[in-house]
């Protein structure tokens, strides 16, 4: 079948379905072509925290301003999914970061001074008061941070969300249809091909996390997008239930909506598959023994792997390829993609429906440009 559409949209994981789903509520058909099934990539394995304070540095402002929009709108986007028909299990329980170490608990409490300048009101709690919170905790905890307003989400049911209440308002989503290249007219994108058909549209978006390095053939422009490999297991524990994710030096300890634990996650830089291996499996149930030592005893569920989309400057590439009409990017999200999901995506559909690069600016794709330092001295 061939779709022509608006926009059409190359990536069937979250930044993809978001910027479906926006896009619809402005009233701008897409259509999304992923090559598998949707949410099978580093969206359907991930953790799922939406903790700006947790992952994004003080420093990377820009990047922090689109958590701190993204953390604002989770809200209104879980209560919209859920009434559309499919619940993204989204939580707003806090995230407790705990010090095992004095040299933890020091640099916990010098975060709290650009934390709390947030807005979003984390605490320092004792030792007694973590245990009072979470009696199974290990027991040699020396405090925490609690920061109560940010929260997760389970992210194959994020993606299955946001495809359902999109298809809803009009967009349209093929699953096992690989984009394998990019229709032009000179220097204007007018559509992709998939199964060697054409597929118009005014504007294409290329959201295919990692693959986006790979897409980057299509074009002469460089996409500096490289796969960082990430696995994360389910555990349940028969008394063990958190009430929100537990953040410990090694990692998170995250209870999910239907009794089990997800703990993780992984990191192996440049690794490009989804397989699980031994190694990452023990290492996260030492990890998670280290938050909560009875989970040693734990029932394994489950592991997944998935490949994050990293960017050379830990900034995603949001925004138009310059040179390029009619063709934007939305990748580069590392290990906070889920959690930047709806402001990338609202910034994607303002700037389609508007042609405004303001907002876009600190994520252009064009700062990796051959001559962009040239350009940056001038
Ligand atoms: C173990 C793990 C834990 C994580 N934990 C967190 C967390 O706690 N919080 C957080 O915010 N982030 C987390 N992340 C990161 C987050 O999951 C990613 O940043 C995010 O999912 C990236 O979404 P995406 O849509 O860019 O990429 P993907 O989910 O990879 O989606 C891209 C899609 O494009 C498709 N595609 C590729 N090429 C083509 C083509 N040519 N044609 C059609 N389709 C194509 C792929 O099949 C894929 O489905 C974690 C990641 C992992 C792996």
Known sequence: MRHSSDVAIIGGGVIGCSIAYYLAKQGIRSTVFEQRRFGSGASGATAG??????????TSRATLALGLRSLEMFPTLASELSEAGVDPEYRQNGILSVALTPEQADELKRNLTWQGETGLG??????????DREPLINPEVLGAVFSPREG????????DALVHAASKLGASFVEGAEVTGLETEGRRVTGVRVAGAAHP????????GPWSGIAGRWV????????????????????LLPTCPVRSSAGYTLPQADGNILVGATRHEGEFDQEITADAVAQSIADAALAFPVLRKARFVEARAGVRPGSPDGVPLIGPLPEWDGLSVA??????GIMLSPGTAELVADYIRTGDEGPLRPFS????????????QE
Request: net charge positive.
């Open 220 to 239: 002469p422009d460089r996409i500096p997008v490289r796969p960082v490999k990430g696995q994360r297991i389910l555990l349940r524990s028969r008394g």
């Open 365 to 376: 794709p064009s700062r990796f440009a051959a001559n962009a330092g040239a350009e940056a």
């Open 122 to 131: 984390p605490r320092w709690l004792s030792s007694r008061e973590v245990l």
């Open 331 to 336: 990748s580069g999200h590392d290990a906070v």
């Open 152 to 159: 997760h989400v389970r992210g194959q049911r994020l993606v």
């Open 49 to 58: 925290v939406i903790g700006p304070l947790q992952h994004i540095p003080p």
């Open 201 to 208: 549209a005014g504007h294409t978006v290329l959201a295919a």
